[in-house]
């Protein structure tokens, strides 16, 4: 199996294309080829921004605009500076701003977010309309410095740039920071389990987009020597966003396309005689095309393709074998477990032992008086519950006795409530769910919140945070997942959650709180996950709130159990003992209970 990325023959057999192309053109396609790589990089902070944060930018020409008139400035208070200095100048002037534009909008979305960058993009135009550019009033041009005044030393300058900053923002891409681009993408309530910063990571998204974007303006502004306002509209941002989403410009050959069709087909457009604004129209369409089938622009899609083909013969979903005997952290085997518990074993909390007495757990999680309302109306009254260190237990009811609410209180993701809720003993009230998630608290959410953009490896890197790397593999054979190089969006919906599992326990938490695990999975699957999550608290370390409708499920993998009915505690205790009380199964069945 290969990894469908560019080899280091592709490369240099691209950089081999490019110096003859530079050496073998006349000026004028060489000078139309150094607008390619221009406006590829202007594709590029679109493909970062809008493909790969999944931030809709109408304004990334604005910061283009702001790295050209920093450049202009420069070159002319600072005549003989090193061109290249200038470029990189200007896109560093872009980029705080993009940076400080994503930190003020940082809890706007969707739609209302790009209305937003289109304001901007509005007023930094009429400011230049009112003020110009350096050097226009005076007649006096940027004029590169030796060699890069000759266009075929300028054509080098821009293929280079275009490639070095394409390997820097792949390296970043690969950090944790950058992967948290994806998660913010997918769900930013995904991510804030994960621990990711939501907020700094969008920021950082429009701020790395706009420092690219500037570097772009610092080019145009030595090429085109006097820059005006006509180059960087608003309307111009809206062009250059709609042929990014067509080409695929999240991907390097994306971007180039995007550059190429903004460059070669108005000159197609004027040779055969035909409007430039047929070309504005067809790009506008494939956009809107590509949108509608949400299946990513052309390269994106051609990408797709091979990586189905490369993954074709690999496993993509997980295994959930029986657990092969082996000594875990804690010195347990897991060899010949039984697939349901004893009643005498989920009668009680798991003991201590000290000096030879049996004593009680120490509390993992303790919920005291939880109560959640939505206007008039009471989710949960006055709930409490307690999770011992190294149990797992289950929380069950059903539907709609406020189980997912319980647990989006407990996880931070409503902050307002009633009570107080405690993870080793520390309060965790006013922390945000990424806080939480931070404390040791993990969670997976009942309806899938995959992120397709990462692999199986990256996914984990991103959800381990800060914790040992170490724990990955366990974690990977653990729960049976495919190969780390193959894609989630390879991966069916059973394994999807299964991956989210073992990004919780990736991550060394105190405790994970597992929403519904077992949905979607088969029966055999089931019960391998059962026997896996009972075996969490001796292998990781960690407690288990699981919520589950399956009774046999509970059974298998569960210490103890409460019960929720309409918001309020009905039972709780062993799991035998729960589920035998005649209140529960009135719950389950609508049935009423004499009293």
Not at 90 to 118: K, M, Q, Y
Not at 154 to 180: D, E, N
Not at 284 to 300: S, T
Not at 317 to 339: V, W
């Amino acid at each position: 199996m290969r990894l469908v990325r560019p080899g280091l023959f592709a490369w240099l057999a691209f950089i081999a294309a490019l110096l003859t192309l530079g050496l073998i053109l006349p000026t004028y396609w060489v000078y139309l080829c150094s607008t390619v790589a221009v406006s590829a990089i202007v594709a590029r902070s679109i493909g970062l921004v809008t493909n790969q944060a999944g931030i809709i930018t109408l304004c990334q020409m604005s910061f283009a605009a702001i790295g050209g008139w920093v450049v202009s400035w420069i070159a002319l208070a600072w005549p003989g500076a090193p061109f290249p200095l200038l470029v990189l100048i200007g896109g560093a002037a872009a980029a705080p701003i993009g940076w400080l534009l994503g930190a003020v909008t940082a809890r706007i979305r969707g739609v209302e977010l790009a209305v937003v960058t289109l304001g901007f993009a509005a007023a930094l135009d009429l400011v230049l309309r009112q003020g110009t550019f350096p050097g226009v009033g005076e007649g006096t041009p940027v004029l590169p410095s030796a060699p890069f005044d000759d266009p075929r030393w300028f054509f080098a300058l821009a293929w280079t740039l275009v490639i070095l900053l394409q390997l820097a923002v792949v390296g970043l891409g690969r950090s944790r920071h950058g992967l948290g681009w994806a998660a913010v993408r997918a769900s930013e309530r995904a991510a804030a389990a994960l621990g990711v910063r939501v907020g700094p990571a969008k920021a950082s998204a429009l701020g790395v987009g706009a420092g690219l974007a500037g570097a772009s303006g610092g080019l145009l502004a030595g090429q085109y020597g006097l820059l005006t306002p006509q180059v960087f509209t608003p309307l111009t941002s809206m062009l250059v966003l709609a042929t990014a989403v067509l080409a695929g410009a999240s991907l390097f050959s994306g971007a180039v396309l995007a550059g190429a069709l903004t460059v070669f087909m108005p000159e197609l457009l004027r040779r055969i005689g035909l409007p430039l604004d047929v070309g504005n129209a067809l790009l506008a369409l494939g956009a809107f095309d590509v949108l509608r089938r949400g299946n990513g622009g052309l390269a994106e899609q051609f990408a797709a393709k091979l990586q189905g083909r490369a993954f074709r013969d690999a496993r993509v979903t997980c295994e959930l074998g029986p657990l092969t005997s082996r000594a875990n952290s804690g010195g347990h085997s897991t060899e010949n477990l039984p697939t349901t518990l004893p009643a005498s074993q989920a009668s009680a909390a798991p003991p201590t032992q000290v000096l030879g007495q049996s004593l009680p757990a120490e509390p993992c999680l303790e919920v005291t008086a939880l109560t959640v309302e939505y206007g008039p109306n009471r989710v949960l009254d006055a709930v409490d519950l307690t999770v011992a260190q190294g149990e797992v237990h289950a929380l069950i009811g059903p539907n709609g006795a406020g189980k997912t609410t319980l647990v989006d209180a407990v996880s931070g993701f409503l902050p307002r409530y009633g009570g107080v809720v405690r993870l080793g003993g520390d309060p965790l009230d006013g922390l945000t769910a990424r806080e939480r998630a931070r404390t040791g608290m993990r969670r997976t959410f009942q309806h899938l919140r995959s992120i397709d953009a990462l692999t199986v490896d990256e996914y984990l890197r991103l959800a381990a945070g800060r914790a040992d790397l170490a724990a990955i593999p366990r974690v990977h054979e653990f729960l049976g997942l495919p190969d780390c190089r193959v894609p989630i969006r390879l991966i069916d919906s059973g394994s999807r959650r299964l991956l989210e599992i073992a990004g919780a326990l990736a991550a060394g938490p105190k405790i994970v709180l597992l929403d519904e695990p077992a949905a979607g999975l088969g029966e055999d699957e089931r019960l391998g996950l059962a026997e896996r999550v009972r075996r969490i608290p001796a292998e990781f370390g960690c407690a288990v709130l699981l919520i589950e409708h399956d009774m046999e499920f509970v059974r298998a993998a569960s210490d103890r159990a409460t019960v929720l009915d309409d918001g309020g505690v009905i039972a709780s205790g062993g799991v035998a003992q729960v589920l035998a009380d005649p209140r529960v199964a009135a719950a389950y069945l609508g049935q009423e209970v004499e009293r």
